[in-house]
């Protein structure tokens, strides 16, 4: 699937519960992990394939010879967060090549419903509480430069347009 790339009004849209969880949205939900592994990303959500509702797709593990950890989570909410914070050079597949340090909660408690529609919950420490608090604001229209300084971000943001400019042209 095609990813969109910053800026776009539809990555700064608030996305819709799923309340029924539909085959179609589980296709969606496979063919988003084919596009995460494929670009390779650790996470992607629905609304960075143009798709405008609460689910993302995450695998965190990143060791060589460690075995793969494909998570679909439809619904997903941060329960609790640890006040300990902790940063991590995150970066985006809508941003491509841009990275920039943001400072989170090193600890959430986490819920949300799998791929078969069943609840579950878990505690994330380190990258995947990153991954997951990134995640989910993309869907409610947030993008990690939103957590940054604004001359950074500005310059991030010409420079992405600038990149779909010569793009389009291509
Ligand atoms: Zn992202």
Known sequence: MPILLHPDPRLKKLCA???DLSDSLRVLADDMLETMY???????????????????????????????????MFNPEIVAASE??????????????????VKRPKVVDVRWLD?????????FDGLWATCFQHELDHLNGKLFIDHIGAMKRQM???????????????
């Open 38 to 72: 494929d670009a390779p990303g650790v996470g992607l959500a629905a609304p960075q394939v143009g798709q405008l509702v609460r689910l993302f797709v995450l695998d965190c593990i990143k060791e060589e010879g460690e075995e793969a950890r494909p998570m679909v």
């Open 17 to 19: 519960p799923v309340d």
């Open 156 to 170: 991030i943001t010409r420079k992405m347009q600038k990149l779909k400019r010569e793009q389009a042209r291509a």
């Open 84 to 101: 300990e914070m902790n940063v991590y050079e995150e970066g985006c597949l809508s941003i491509p090549e841009h990275y920039a340090e």
């Open 115 to 123: 791929r078969d529609g069943r609840e579950q919950t878990d505690t």
